[in-house]
């Protein structure tokens, strides 16, 4: 018989973790959506089993302020993956043309968002926002902390892992 683990899980779903950003997705050499754009909410879960001498898992007031910064670099931008091989990306003074195939986008510089990723999907968003939030915060009791990245109601991606 195995025994039982206590834990604990705080879900971070707050109305303003949210970004609205324009991106395709490459499905293939051959093959990406239509540029357009989405309204994204973030959630988290933080898990872990032990709780501090306040019987706190976190400092969530942390935690909040950091998804909220995150969202705010993502904000009305255009997300490009600056790691596709099916992209061909190019700076030309205050403009940044990105082309796939025969199409070719040329936009204002101060609206593009070069993410280190080879694709924006939202699998690459969750773990992305995963990482900048291990990065940044210290989760001293946390085990696992799972993101989400939604692009439209019903349609997400969990991306949870430990954070040691």
């Not at 540029?35 to 988290?44: D, E, I, P, S, T």
């Not at 989760?139 to 939604?150: K, Q, T």
Request: with cysteine; glycine share 6%; aromatic share 8%.
């Amino acid at each position: 018989m195995t025994a039982s683990r206590e834990s604990y899980t705080l879900v971070l779903a707050k109305e303003d973790f949210k970004f609205s950003s324009g991106h395709f997705t490459v499905f293939a050499a051959d093959r990406a959506e239509l540029l357009h754009g989405h309204n994204y909410q973030v959630a988290l879960e933080l898990s872990g089993s032990v709780l501090d001498g306040e019987d706190l898992l976190t400092d969530f007031g942390q935690v909040k302020a950091a998804v909220r910064e995150l969202c705010a670099r993502l904000d009305s931008r255009t997300l490009v993956p600056s790691r596709s091989s099916h992209l061909r990306v190019s700076e030309d003074g205050d403009a940044v043309e990105v082309a796939f195939g025969d199409r070719v986008y040329r936009l204002p510089a101060a609206d593009v968002l070069m993410l280190p990723l080879v694709n924006t999907s939202i699998e690459a968003l969750a773990r992305m926002l995963w990482q900048q939030l291990v990065d940044r915060l210290e989760l001293p009791r946390i085990e696992v902390l799972g993101v989400n990245v939604a692009e439209t109601a019903g349609q997400s991606c969990w991306y949870r892992a430990p954070v040691r």
